[in-house]
């Protein structure tokens, strides 16, 4: 009888279990299901060779598929064009477009909890969604790419149409959710979440205010310039501005003597991760073993599985381009066609500032402006949490945009309203679209002046000869340092006052030189006439490509694939033997003894097995720290420590700064000797803590960089890869280190019957992860090795590496 009822209960508790969803996950028993969970996804491949009726297709699609599962699309129209991209992307990469949306919009709660509320309050406060909603209004207004937006938004839409539950991607069962409709403004919101990831609106304004407040203008205007000495900005030193400029507004009287509050960011704000950056480059005929253009890119960003890019050829009878496209919008975003390549790196322009604003009194529904009490205006974000009550977050607007820190009173913490480029409209569809159609330079330059945000760094090839860059978005026009601190927003003297005229932004077309190149470094030279912003990525990656590329002859797209994967440190070559001939070789243990002599046989290159690459980037990851130990908080507030260049600066011509003293000593007065002293050997104890005694094995770089490839969702630690053993750093060309890293590698050699290209990403063009097409491509990237790219003249041509073909047609 005993037995009998422990076999009912557990028998009950079991059924309850596989039935009740645990926290953000769904009922076992779903999940587990063989018919529709998690199995029913395993390995499953569909065949290639197919027709498919669909009622959104005008004309007959053609969809021919490569060894990599890449879709060639061809189609008689610009709808049908986009309807199946958003098809066959939407086949691929459901679940991620989604995840992307979710999290651009806020909406994160809604499918795992509470614990992401603060993210989902971060977005709406920042006005993510009211800023794509504007965009899409915009946008409608050019009925070209308003069709084009729906026909891809209406590709998406059909193919989830066609699901049934067994069919949602693996995460929509582990999470316990189903697909929701997509739309064009997803599409603009996907644009403005790029805008979060390469132009922040976390822009350290209020905490740059909090070290004028501390130390003053003068060591502001010391520690932090507005340009960094070794740099080798994007327009070559020297180019002339032949251009009138339009009037600079002028800085107000006080503003040296700003008193703006000093509020700290909030906590929930994320940084703007280190690393993220990206290279490009093409050099001209002249270098080149054709006598055509080759242009090269690699942007660096997040590594996921799956890739933020999904490859494409997208052709129609007036286009024919391929590439790399982002999940969640039409076109090719970097790629080429017949006549041009192009490609894109982030300028790192200053586009967000904070203005602290006055409100009247709690209810916050009116500021203070211009001498008089204005109306705010408020908007009502909902925030639906998975297992509980929605959240109310109401959110005040400005004419600056909304109060991204509401704080009250005033005199202590003011609130901050959020001047952001995102907020701006933009048409940025009309951009690729146009470039996916450009046939020489001038089309290039009509593409780029629809471009709003994020700014990049356009470089640009075509079979005609020319090779160009231009530093392009929609620039606010401002007097030199505007939004470097806290701005006031009660006056209009600190609004932003217009824009750059676009002609008038940074560029330049076939150099003398013979090539053009960025990454991430400052724009130009002190010159330009135009404030863009005061801080950029350190110069040692351009440094180090603008190297290569003034010796490179007879180039290749080998040549520059080689470049790509330069693992060249040009911060050791310049830096180390000032830190080495520092050290006081008597006051070594062995084991610095024999991390000092790793240092001194040290070739500069981030290798794999290079033990003096991981002493050098251990050194110089903790050196500042000790350089800046003023820099912590300063009545609770964040500081916003000064960019590591100027370290460097200081050891090089400034040894006997005061900086170097540390500030909790108070018995004695530390050098720059001192400082490279103890920061060597608590180099060298952090890696043998974490790493063990010293061993060229285990304090080799690819062991100790930790590089890795991770799903989506973290949590899902099996659907990533941490096997991931590459050379490369954050201040090399391959600039790989952690999660960071190429997202897209791309070689276009350009020439008079067709270009030929190379591209490789370190994923594959499924999400299942259970597709051998999931990470197909990863082994390849990590080696450093580029795959051809099959381009197709038309939808009939034979190609031995295409191995299946769709037929879309009305049903």
Not at 699 to 727: C, N, Q, Y
Request: aromatic share 12%.
């Amino acid at each position: 009888m005993v037995k009998a009822v422990l076999s009912v209960a557990v028998t009950g508790g079991l059924l309850w279990l596989l039935s009740t969803p645990l926290g953000p996950a769904p009922a076992l028993g779903s999940f587990l299901s063989p018919f529709t969970g998690f199995w029913s996804n395993e390995r499953r491949v569909d065949m290639l060779n197919e027709e498919i009726h669909l009622p959104g297709a005008q004309e007959e699609i053609t969809i021919r598929f490569d060894d990599n599962r890449v879709p060639h699309i061809f189609a008689a129209n610009d709808h049908d064009l986009y309807y199946a991209q958003g098809y066959v992307t939407a086949r691929d990469r459901l679940f991620q477009m989604e995840l992307t949306i979710r999290s651009a919009a806020g909406r994160l709660s809604e499918i795992v909890g509470e614990k992401a509320l603060p993210l989902d309050l971060y977005k709406r406060r920042t006005g993510s969604v009211k800023a794509a909603e504007e965009a899409w209004k915009f946008t409608q207004q050019d009925e070209k790419m308003r069709g084009i937006l729906e026909a891809y938004s209406d590709g998406v839409n059909a193919y989830i149409s066609q699901l049934r539950k067994a069919d949602y991607p693996v995460e929509y069962k582990l999470l316990g959710f189903q697909p929701e409709a997509w739309s064009p403004e997803k599409s603009m919101l996907l644009m403005v979440e790029m805008t979060h990831t390469l132009a922040s609106p976390r822009s350290g304004d209020a905490s740059l205010t909090s070290v004028l407040e501390k130390f003053g203008l003068e060591v502001v205007r010391d520690l932090y310039p507005d340009f960094v000495e070794r740099e080798s900005p994007v327009i070559p030193k020297g180019t002339a501005w032949d251009f009138r400029r339009v009037a600079i507004p002028r800085a107000p009287r006080d503003y040296d003597e700003i008193k703006a509050g000093g509020a700290s960011e909030p906590d929930s704000w994320p940084l703007r991760p280190e690393g993220i950056g990206s290279n490009n480059w093409a050099v001209s005929g002249k270098k080149s073993a054709t006598g055509f253009p080759i242009l090269a890119g690699d942007p660096h960003l997040g590594l996921t599985l799956p890739s933020i890019w999904y490859q494409v050829q997208l052709s129609s009878p007036e286009s024919n381009a391929c590439g790399a496209s982002l999940p969640g919008a039409p076109c090719v975003i970097i790629g080429f066609n017949r006549d041009v390549a192009w490609s894109e790196t982030n300028v790192a322009s200053d586009v967000a500032d904070l203005y602290a604003i006055r409100f009247r009194d709690k209810s916050r529904k009116e500021y203070f402006f211009d001498k008089q009490w204005v109306k705010t205006t408020f908007r009502y974000e909902e925030i639906k949490i998975k297992g509980k009550p929605a959240v109310i977050d109401t959110v005040a607007y400005t004419h600056h945009g909304p109060v991204a820190m509401p704080r009250f009173p005033e005199d202590k913490q003011p609130s901050l309203a959020l001047r952001w480029i995102a907020h701006e409209p933009g048409n940025p569809i009309r951009t690729f679209y146009m470039l996916n159609r450009a046939k020489n330079y001038d089309d290039y330059v009509r593409a780029l002046s629809h471009y709003v945000s994020p700014a990049q760094n356009f470089v640009f090839a075509s079979n005609e000869g020319d090779i160009a860059i231009w530093v392009n978005g929609k620039f606010p026009l401002k007097w030199k340092e505007q939004g470097k601190f806290l701005l006031d927003g009660t006056r209009p003297e600190y609004d932003w006052q217009g824009w750059i005229p676009h002609e008038q932004n940074p560029h330049v077309k076939n150099p003398a030189s013979g090539y053009v190149s960025s990454a991430n470094q400052s724009s130009t030279d002190k010159t330009y006439p135009y404030y863009l912003n005061w801080r950029f990525a350190p110069p040692n990656r351009a440094i180090r490509i603008n190297e290569r590329l003034a010796a490179m002859e007879q180039a290749t797209p080998d040549s520059l694939r080689l470049l790509q994967n330069d693992v060249y440190n040009v911060l050791g070559r310049d830096l180390l033997p000032d830190l080495l001939k520092e050290l006081d070789m008597s006051a070594l243990s062995a084991t610095q003894y024999s991390a000092y002599s790793a240092l001194q046989q040290w070739n500069y290159q981030n290798t794999i097995g290079s033990v003096g690459a991981t002493i050098f980037e251990e050194w110089t990851d903790l050196l500042p720290y000790f350089v800046w130990d003023e820099f912590r908080t300063t009545d609770g507030k964040p500081l916003q420590a000064p960019q590591d260049d100027r370290v460097w600066e200081l050891i090089w011509k400034k040894k006997e700064s005061k900086w170097f003293d540390l500030e909790k000593t108070t018995d004695k007065t530390e050098t720059a000797r001192d400082i490279i002293q103890l920061s060597f050997k608590a180099a060298v104890d952090s890696l043998q803590k974490h790493h063990g005694a010293f061993s060229p094995k285990t304090w080799a770089w690819g062991e100790v960089k930790g590089s890795t490839i991770a799903h989506l969702l973290p949590p899902l630690k099996s659907f990533g890869r941490d096997d991931v053993r590459a050379g490369g750093s954050s201040e090399v060309p391959n600039a790989f280190r952690g999660k960071w890293g190429p997202s897209w590698r791309m070689v276009v050699a350009l020439g008079k019957d067709g270009p030929t290209a190379y591209g490789v990403y370190p994923g594959g063009q499924s999400g299942n992860p259970g597709s051998p097409f999931y990470d197909n491509m990863v082994n390849t990237w990590r080696d450093g090795r580029l795959n051809e790219l099959v381009y197709l003249k038309s939808g009939a041509e034979p190609n031995p590496r295409i191995v299946g073909t769709w037929k879309i047609t009305k049903p």
